[in-house]
């Protein structure tokens, strides 16, 4: 067993005190495989084999995704580094693990240093790029597409590839044909998760069945936007898009351009109306979320809306259609809805739904006064568990609200959790924070009867 020794030996023209108490218990070295737990447990960036979304339901501890990497890992892998070879040699494994990438001169590094151990591999060892699980491409500027094709083919174990290139507020670019060619040349018996988690390089619809196509063990599937879609051809159909195994398909809100092109969508209809175009699209679908409903696309819920056990979508965007597809799906079990302030019509009966889980359409806590909080944030999210509260589902057991960003304040209001935790507690409905913990106290909820809206401070 190795074990890791100091690099340096005292001076013998150094005096010593002689030891006056032999019973000094003496320090046991810890053994290489302890550090490198430890180590891991500093340098190494959680979600490298998460091939599925965040759950709603799961505590904020369990959720190993999230927005940004926090910088300082980057700075403790440097300092640990510096310690010895021994440690390097094991940070450098970890950090290849999970590979986020900011930059073209970071994208050049990356490259040359797997390329030099792809071309030199040591009898027995696992290459570097052996180890990555997961790329997150985030270069804002232009980059040649090459560079990314040749780490891909220092990566034969990919599971995760997520693309946020380009500016975050609309589409600079397409995808490069090159980049979609090179994950399925090396990557594509290994890929579970394909995401594009921003606007600026989104692909072009026909890459994308070119690409998922070739991935006969893809999982899940996430698109913020598609750069272009074919014009309707009355002789040429579009291309099939089959997802066989994906039981996950993510739809996120669609940054409007600075120039409309036709062959740009701004709603989801065109490419669920591509995918309703026969069954066997999408078999395995379990989790279907779409943050801009497709009101012209409800055919698609006709379709697929048996296999669908957990739905996502927006106030904002379902107005009065959610009725309508909840309908489509007899087998629903999780119902999550991102509130603002507009409101929405709810199915009045559900034979299998049991969860329901409200996020905040603003995930930043913002300081407002109270007044305004009250009426922007509270009065609205009242209103919308009073529409909720009319449904008749007999296997609910949960209904969560996410106090985070613009709902981080309603742990201040008391007395409105107090009511609404009663009167779910009546029906044997858990009402629950983010971490699934009970709000309130039944105990001191207010008389019945009453307006929850009036125990709302401000």
Known sequence: MKSLHLSWQPSKRVERLPIVNDSDPAYTQLPFEIWRKIIAYVVRLAGADSVDLEDPFAPPSLNEEYPEVDPGVFTD?????????????????????????????????????????????????????????????????????????RLFRCCPNLLVYINKNGPLNQPARCTPMEVIRGLVAFCSKTLQ????????????????????????????????????????????????????????????????????????????????????MHKSQLPSLERFECDIFPTLTMSF???????????????????????????????????????????????????????????????????VPQRVFKYAVMAPLDFLLKTIERIEAPHLVELRVRNSGAFSKILDQKAWLNFWRAKWGARGVQFCDMSGMLYGNAQNSPPAGEDPLDFIEG
């Open 301 to 367: 819920f006709l379709m697929h809306g048996h296999k669908i056990k957990v739905f996502r979508s927006t106030t904002w965007s379902t107005e009065t259609a959610l009725p309508e597809a909840v309908a489509a799906c007899p087998n629903l079990q999780s119902l999550v809805i991102l509130h603002g302030s507009e409101a929405m019509d709810f199915p009045v009966f559900h034979p299998t739904l049991k969860k329901i889980c409200i996020l905040p359409t603003i995930d930043v806590a913002v300081e």
């Open 193 to 276: 998760r394909v995401e594009w988690a921003g606007p600026g390089e989104p692909p072009r619809y026909q890459d994308l069945v070119l690409l998922c196509n070739n991935l006969p063990n893809l999982r899940t599937l996430r698109l913020v936007s598609v750069y272009t879609f074919p014009f309707p051809d009355s002789i040429h159909a579009p291309p099939l898009l089959v997802l066989p195994h994906v039981r996950t398909l993510s739809l996120g809100v669609i940054p409007e351009p600075n120039e409309l092109k036709p062959e740009y969508a701004v709603t989801w209809d065109p490419f669920l109306r591509y995918m309703s």
């Open 77 to 149: 892998r440097r300092s640990i580094s510096l310690v010895c070879a021994a440690w390097r040699s094991v940070v450098a494994e970890i950090s290849a693990e999970y590979l986020v990438i900011y930059s073209v001169s970071h994208l050049k590094s990356l490259v040359k240093q797997f390329q030099l151990e792809f071309y030199k591999r040591k009898l027995g060892k696992k290459r570097v790029g052996e180890r990555t699980l997961r790329i997150d491409f985030k270069i804002l500027q232009p980059y040649k597409p090459m560079l990314a094709v």
